[in-house]
């Protein structure tokens, strides 16, 4: 349910951004029910098709999981791997930094 959460907020947040692009092509209160609009028509099936996504990631995670490396710990290195990967998108998103670079070149206190 996190990533599910993290990852419709991550592409709704893309999507309104570029909606945003557009706000001088209309009038504030039509734009603002056309926005409201938009990400409701989107966020919806977005989440619902998303969480089957996870569901069945975890399932078979489990599943597979069982003869490597126990029953969960599959699925608590897939939670904490799908962290890692928004957490790049988001500080791609927000500072404009590389997260990956930093990881990987030991600094990651925000001056990349």
Do not use: C
Not at 61 to 70: E, R
Not at 77 to 98: D, E, K, P, T
Request: proline content about 2%; charged content about 10%.
């Amino acid at each position: 349910m996190t990533l599910t959460i993290l990852t419709a907020n991550l592409i709704t947040i893309a999507i309104n951004n570029y909606m945003v692009s557009y706000k001088y092509h209309y009038k504030p209160l039509v734009f603002t029910f056309l926005g409201m609009a938009i990400i409701v028509v989107v966020f919806y099936p977005l989440f619902i098709k998303l969480e089957n996504w996870v569901k069945d990631i975890s399932v078979s995670v489990v599943k597979s999981g069982k003869s490597v490396a126990g029953r969960y710990m599959g699925l608590v290195l897939v939670f904490l791997l799908g962290l890692l990967v928004l957490s790049y998108f988001y500080a791609r998103m927000w500072y404009h930094i590389n997260l990956l670079h930093g990881l990987l070149q030991g600094n990651i206190n925000g001056n990349m």
